[in-house]
C-alpha cells in the first residue's frame, strides 16, 4: 500500500466495497433467471483496505451471500488482508474470508 492509511480509513475503504458489492449482487439476483444463478461466476470487488485496489474476485452468488450473512466478513483476495484490521476467518487457494475487529 502506497500511502497509509488510518484503521477508519481503511474501514470505509472496505465498507464502500462491499456496498457497491451487495448492490451488484441484487441486481444479478433479480435479472438473472436462478438455475443460470447457480453456476455463474461473478467477479465482486476485492474488499481489501487499499482504495486503489482494482481486482476481483470470482465468486457464485449463492458464495458470495453466505459470506455477507454475517455483517462484519468480507471477502478479499488472500494476499491482500490487513491484519490491522481484520482476521482470517477461512481461506481457499487465493481468496480470503475476514472478519473485521470493528466497524
Ligand atoms: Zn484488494
Redesign the pocket.
Known amino acids: 500500500m502506497k500511502r497509509k492509511l488510518t484503521k477508519r480509513q481503511m474501514i470505509n475503504v472496505e465498507l464502500a466495497e462491499r456496498a457497491s458489492n451487495r448492490k451488484a449482487a441484487a441486481a444479478l439476483a433479480h435479472h438473472v433467471p436462478k438455475p443460470e444463478q447457480r453456476d455463474l461466476k461473478i467477479l465482486f470487488n ?3 483496505a ?1 482504495p486503489d ?1 482494482q ?1 476481483r474476485v470470482p465468486l457464485t452468488l449463492a458464495e458470495y451471500k453466505s459470506v455477507h450473512a454475517s455483517p462484519t466478513q468480507f471477502i ?2 488472500k494476499d ?1 488482508v490487513e491484519p490491522e484490521v481484520e482476521s482470517i476467518e477461512a481461506s481457499g487457494q487465493s481468496l480470503a474470508v475476514v472478519e473485521k475487529f470493528s466497524l
Request: net charge negative; charged share 35%.
Open positions: 476485492c474488499e481489501c487499499d485496489c481486482e478479499i483476495l491482500h
